[in-house]
Structure formats: structure tokens, C-alpha cells
């Protein structure tokens, strides 16, 4: 058997560690480039071969464009290409991170798009039951498509970045004192993290001992100066406004006490399985697959529609036993394999 992912973003290690445990079954995995510009799918099939799976992640950079009318055309495009791919007998799946794009450009139109599209899927794959009922809500789907729509969890992070750095040594090599505790957030900094929520909830935290630490790079120019303005407003703030790469993940994670997640919307969070996956407990909004991948032995939920909700649970988080709810994370990831993954994604293909 053979799986074509589309597109190709290894940058993320979901992609890698999936196609790994897939091989490991007999399936040959190609991520592809995306083929020709004009004919994504196609081009992709004609440069790699015809695959028997067509596996769809992300889809909106192929369904929205730079206005609505470009947008209608790449959809027409997109749909015309899943019908031929149909047509020549592959199987296509989607797997369904979010239910529309980040940035939220044209929500509406995107899942008018996708509201068709899904029809054309021969299954879809979702990260939690949470999910699927989202999305049969959200696209105003009938509920015989729910059929069609497998559960299967997001993996853990445990084997996809270095992880021999100490404690100690992390905090040395980021300046930080070994006694205070550290908040981090980690990841690209984009609208809908929230981040500028999270920095005006820690400046209310009136303890001396207390460190925020922010890295990654922010999305545009506009962020990364509004960001430096209110970082520079708290000497307790440290912000790395930067790439991180890949052996350096383990230093920001392994400097930390916990890990804050302040999203304003989300479905499925791979920065929650990572941070679990270094043995961090976490402060995230009660949102999307969230509560059923946390709960309160490991984790400080809230409510995003409650003003002081965020700055709640950072400041139950600095009386917290850390240490204790960080190994009850790490031992909860463990069952998140890409082993058991791999399998269910397989069984999902041969049907």
C-alpha cells in the first residue's frame, strides 16, 4: 500500500512520526511537495506516482486565496482534482486538525468549501470525540456522516526532539535563576495564541519569584514589536523572539515549570501533547480536544469567556506542587504512542 500526505509539512513532526509508524506496517509513505503550483493533487500524483491512499492534512493553503474570487477558483480547482483522484480509484482522507484556518480570513467561505468536500472524502479522521461533533456542528453535516469520521488521538512528542539537557543547565544557559518558577510559552506567536492575553495576566502576578519565558517566532512584524513593548514593561519577562530549532526545544521546555497555553481558539493541540511529553504541566482554555487529553492532576484548565479565568489558573499554578503534576503528564503521554496511532490510521486505510 501506498499513501500520498499532502502537503508536505515535516516541520511539524506529526507528519514524520505517523509515516514512520505506518512504514512500519508495510505502507509506503510520500510526503509530497504538492506537485505542479497549478494542479497540487495532480502534480503531486504525477511526480510521485499514483498513491492507493490520497492523505489530506491541512487543506485551506489549497482552498483560499489571496481574495474571494481567487479563493472560488482554487476550490473549484481543489474539487475538480479529489474527483479525478476519485476517478483513478484513490482513496482520499482527510484528517481534521481545525475546523477552518488560524487566521480565520474567510471562515465562512471556508466551510461553505468544506461542507462539499466532505461529502467526496471516503473517510475523515478526527483527534478526539469532541471533535467530531464539532465538526458535524459546525458544517451543519447530517448525522449519517458521522460514520465516516474515526477517532483517533493525537500522538506524543517523546522521541521527536533531544531531551538530555537538566534543569539546571537550562536555566544557566537562559540566565534564569534555579529557585523561581517559570511559565513558558512556546511556539509561533500568532493572533489566535493569545499571547498578549497571557502577558497582561502575568504582569498581576505580584510575586518577585516568578519568571515568564516566551519563545518562537512571531508571525509578522507587527507582533514582534507589539510583543517587545509589553515584555519590556516586566524585568521578569524574557521573551526569544526567534526560530527555535529542533535541539533547542529541550532547553526552553526543560527550564520550565509549566507550560501556558493561552489559546482564544483551537481544536487540536500538538503544543499541549509536546509539553506533556517533556513532563510539564500546563494552563490551557477549556477548548476543543483539551479535556479529553488533560485534566486536573496535570493541568489548570479555565474559561475563556471568563475575564480573570486565565489569570486564575496562573496564579493557582504558582502554589502548585509543579513537579508532581509534571510526572503525571509524562506518564498520561506515554499512551498516546504512534504505535497504536499508526495501527488505527492503517485499519482507517483499509477500509
Not at 32 to 43: A, K, N, V
Not at 224 to 233: D, G, H, T, V
Not at 322 to 336: D, I, P, Q, T, W
Request: glycine residues 6%; proline residues 5%; hydrophobic residues 40%.
Amino acid at each position: 500500500m501506498k499513501a500520498l500526505f499532502l502537503p508536505d509539512w515535516s516541520a511539524n513532526p506529526y507528519q514524520c512520526e505517523l509515516a514512520a509508524g505506518l512504514e512500519k506496517r508495510g505502507v509506503t509513505v510520500v510526503k509530497g511537495s504538492g506537485g505542479f503550483y497549478w494542479l497540487p493533487i495532480l502534480g503531486a500524483i504525477t511526480v510521485h506516482g499514483k498513491p492507493d491512499v490520497l492523505h489530506l492534512h491541512w487543506t485551506h493553503p489549497y482552498l483560499l486565496g489571496r481574495n474571494r474570487a481567487n479563493s472560488v477558483g482554487k476550490f473549484i480547482r481543489f474539487i475538480s482534482e479529489v474527483l479525478v483522484a476519485k476517478f483513478l480509484g484513490i482513496k482520499v482522507i482527510w484528517t481534521v486538525h481545525n475546523l477552518w484556518e488560524h487566521e480565520r480570513r474567510d471562515p465562512q467561505l471556508e466551510v461553505f468549501f468544506n461542507r462539499f468536500l466532505v461529502r467526496l472524502y471516503d473517510q475523515l479522521i478526527v483527534h478526539c470525540s469532541l471533535a467530531r461533533k464539532s465538526l458535524l456542528q459546525s458544517y451543519q453535516l447530517p448525522d449519517r456522516l458521522r460514520d465516516k469520521i474515526y477517532v483517533i488521538p493525537h500522538g506524543n512528542y517523546m522521541n521527536s526532539y533531544p531531551n538530555h539537557v537538566t534543569r539546571k543547565k537550562a536555566r544557566a544557559w537562559l540566565n534564569l535563576r534555579y529557585g523561581d518558577i517559570v511559565f513558558l510559552y512556546f511556539g509561533t506567536i500568532r493572533p489566535y495564541k493569545g499571547v498578549h492575553r497571557m502577558v497582561d495576566a502575568f504582569r498581576k502576578l505580584h510575586n518577585p519569584h516568578v519568571r515568564l519565558l516566551i519563545a518562537g517566532n512571531p508571525a509578522n512584524k507587527a507582533i514582534r514589536r507589539e510583543l517587545r513593548r509589553f515584555c519590556e514593561s516586566d524585568r521578569r519577562i524574557r521573551a526569544f523572539l526567534k526560530f527555535v530549532p529542533d535541539e533547542d526545544v529541550q532547553l526552553y521546555m526543560n527550564a520550565a515549570d509549566v507550560v501556558v497555553l493561552p489559546f482564544q481558539d483551537i481544536l487540536t493541540s500538538g503544543s499541549a501533547l509536546l509539553a506533556m511529553s517533556f513532563g510539564k504541566p500546563i494552563i490551557v482554555p477549556r477548548l476543543g480536544c483539551i479535556p479529553e487529553v488533560l485534566d486536573k492532576k496535570g493541568g489548570f484548565l479555565y474559561n475563556n469567556d471568563e475575564e480573570q479565568g486565565l489569570f486564575g489558573a496562573m496564579r493557582r499554578a504558582s502554589l502548585a506542587n509543579l513537579g508532581a503534576m509534571g510526572k503525571y503528564n509524562y506518564e498520561k503521554a506515554k499512551r498516546f504512542h504512534w504505535n497504536m496511532i499508526a495501527q488505527k490510521t492503517h485499519e482507517v486505510y483499509q477500509l
